[in-house]
């Protein structure tokens, strides 16, 4: 049977779902970040586990499962949209931002569940309840997240409202940290792509796109030995579904049609991890020329929710 518990860890509130494959831990008030998810049948950690609250306060986007709105960085914290200029937070060295304005804050449970083998939480972000994100996102936009494991499956599903009286433009991601057990040389990646984005020495995309070259096995699945990425896919025609496998163990990760780009991070040569980030736009989407069929740019119309599922899924044996 599973179960939902509310509990306490480094003196902040979290919420714990288990059933017979998972126990989940979810802390909402660090932007309802599902920072740890331990399979009970492999005894392993499937992603990137902080040792404190404290340290995910700290790096917020470098643990877990955090959620980006909107994703990737933004050049000079800026972009023009229907007729306006948004001036985004500065949260870089070098005065781009990055990573949205929902992983570190605060999100409100709003519902939670048990019955059979699924337990689910659902937590709830809205942006006018943060006066200082009007300047930069002059939207109310609720951000409403159920996060769900059944079985050997966990299923985040987002989906977004806008009640403000003009078009907000939108982009989404997650940034999902998946661990390799300091064994790289026994994992391969398969992720179906069509292209790369060129990016410059500070990460923005250029609007080039780039053949694949010795990445065309990505989609058949290349072994991750040796890989050293920080890189911004466009899937294209393709599905939105990445698959992370070693010998006996295969974890599928995937998105519903919005999410139209991965970025691939392997911080250095790959070693204890892979980030694998399932994005709506491209970096800096909003900046770029080329059009939204490529750059995944779009918006929430007025009154309008839009909604977008990420599955991720493990198979032993």
Known sequence: ?????????????????????????????????????????????VVRVPESAARLREKSVHYG?????????VRNATFPFNGKT????????????IHGMAR???WRVVDTHAEGDAASVTTEFRTSDFPELASQYPHDMTVNLRTEINGSTLTQTFSFRNDSTEPAPFGFGLHTWFLLDGQPEAWTLKMPVTDIWELNEKLLATGNRLPLGRYETLNDGMNLQGQDMDMAFRIGDKPSA????????????????PFTQWVVYTMGETKEIICLEPLTWTPDAPNLEAGPELTGMRAVEPGQTLELVVVLEIERG
């Open 1 to 45: 049977m599973a179960t939902v518990e509310q509990k306490q860890w480094d003196q902040t509130e979290v919420y714990v779902l288990e059933n017979s494959n998972f126990s989940l831990s979810i802390i909402p008030e660090i932007g309802s970040n599902a920072y740890r998810l331990w399979d009970r049948i492999a005894e392993r950690d």
């Open 65 to 73: 499962i955090p959620v980006l709105f909107p994703p990737s960085r």
């Open 86 to 97: 948004y001036e985004l937070e500065k949260n870089t060295p070098d005065g781009h931002h």
């Open 104 to 106: 570190h804050r605060p």
């Open 242 to 257: 990445a698959v992370l496998s070693k010998p006996g163990y295969t974890i599928r990760y995937s998105g519903n049609e």
